[in-house]
């Protein structure tokens, strides 16, 4: 039943009439894609596969190796080189889980095609032809899993699988502030799909390669805390990975493990870039907002998870005085 607002349940109606077209979709989503990024393309491509459509997906950055269990069964084109047959060959471009086009560091050619925009971060520039943003949705393969449903279309394991994945990583395995009961609720719905939980585990903590682990002995030796412990930072720099035979794909959810020092409520991880600047990864607890701290310098995120770019170690200094801002003021 449509409602008035012309939406479905909750997704879209001109977002569903895209989708229902029997169109070709070109899905792509943020630079470094995370399990949420991978899973959702993986899930969606394969939903739109089922329906009829041809969905191929596109992404600047390849993903961790940790991932490719679920990339085997919807592989990703990776570059800034198109696919074949682009742009005549697409209908749509559905940018996943970007608040901004830019996100996807393919922004100029995907604004060749009309852009169908999902996402649930706060800020998200609404840059879409068809846009639906819900910043209240854990995970985007939660809003995935709303799509299909809307679509009446048949979840299979592999898909169910992929659709895990993408919620489990986005809510830390369901410790994070977003594991809502919308999370769990979808969660049991996955495995009733099919969904393999253990399959997902094996992927995120058991498939580290020893670069992986090697990277992180030479960042936890830059840890540093601040703010009476309450506030951490490290450091990984271009010559950490050189060290430790690794590649940039292998500090995934590195993060994680300052974070889980005791007493410490905000972390920032400073990695060195090759284009000169550093890309900042923050996290935080509770009502601390480190989503604000990086919209400031231009970056995004969520309220306990986020990222931005800085020039200098004096702008790391900066960064760092302003989790301790945010950790006092969140007494």
């Given at each position: 039943?449509?409602?008035?607002?012309?939406?479905?349940?909750?997704?879209?109606?001109?977002?569903?009439?895209?989708?229902?077209?029997?169109?070709?979709?070109?899905?792509?989503?943020?630079?470094?894609?995370?399990?949420?990024?991978?899973?959702?393309?993986?899930?969606?491509?394969?939903?739109?596969?089922?329906?009829?459509?041809?969905?191929?997906?596109?992404?600047?950055?390849?993903?961790?190796?940790?991932?490719?269990?679920?990339?085997?069964?919807?592989?990703?084109?990776?570059?800034?080189?198109?696919?074949?047959?682009?742009?005549?060959?697409?209908?749509?471009?559905?940018?996943?889980?970007?608040?901004?086009?830019?996100?996807?560091?393919?922004?100029?050619?995907?604004?060749?095609?009309?852009?169908?925009?999902?996402?649930?971060?706060?800020?998200?520039?609404?840059?879409?032809?068809?846009?639906?943003?819900?910043?209240e949705a854990p995970a985007v393969a939660e809003m995935v899993l709303r799509l299909a449903r809307a679509l009446d279309l048949e979840i299979d394991e592999t898909t169910a699988t992929a659709l895990y994945l993408g919620l489990s990583t986005d809510t830390g395995s369901f410790r994070f502030a977003n594991a809502t009961p919308r999370a769990f609720e979808a969660a049991a719905e996955l495995v009733r799909h099919g969904a393999r939980p253990e399959r997902v585990a094996a992927w995120v903590y058991e498939s580290q390669s020893p670069g992986a682990l090697r990277l992180l002995s030479e960042m936890l030796g830059t840890l540093e805390l601040h703010c009476d412990g309450r506030v951490a930072s490290v450091r990984l720099e271009l010559s950490m990975f050189e060290r430790a035979g690794a590649r940039h794909t292998d500090s995934e959810g590195l993060i994680d493990h300052p974070r889980s020092i005791r007493d410490v409520e905000a972390v920032a991880l400073f990695r060195e870039r090759p284009e000169g600047d550093v890309k900042v990864s923050l996290r935080s607890r509770g009502r601390i907002d480190v989503g604000a701290i990086a919209a400031r310098r231009g970056g995004g995120g969520h309220r306990n998870a986020a990222g931005c770019l800085v020039e200098s170690r004096k702008d790391e200094q900066t960064v760092i005085a302003e989790l301790a801002t945010a950790v006092e003021a969140a007494r």
């Open positions: 039943m449509n409602s008035p607002d012309g939406t479905e349940g909750t997704v879209p109606r001109d977002l569903l009439e895209a989708f229902r077209s029997g169109g070709r979709f070109l899905l792509s989503s943020h630079a470094h894609p995370d399990g949420d990024a991978i899973g959702s393309e993986v899930a969606l491509a394969r939903l739109l596969r089922k329906a009829g459509s041809a969905a191929t997906i596109w992404n600047a950055d390849p993903a961790p190796d940790t991932y490719s269990g679920v990339i085997a069964h919807a592989p990703i084109h990776v570059g800034r080189t198109p696919p074949a047959g682009f742009p005549d060959e697409f209908d749509f471009a559905v940018p996943l889980e970007c608040p901004r086009l830019d996100r996807t560091g393919l922004e100029d050619a995907l604004s060749l095609l009309p852009i169908l925009n999902i996402d649930h971060h706060l800020g998200n520039q609404l840059y879409g032809r068809a846009n639906w943003v819900d910043t």
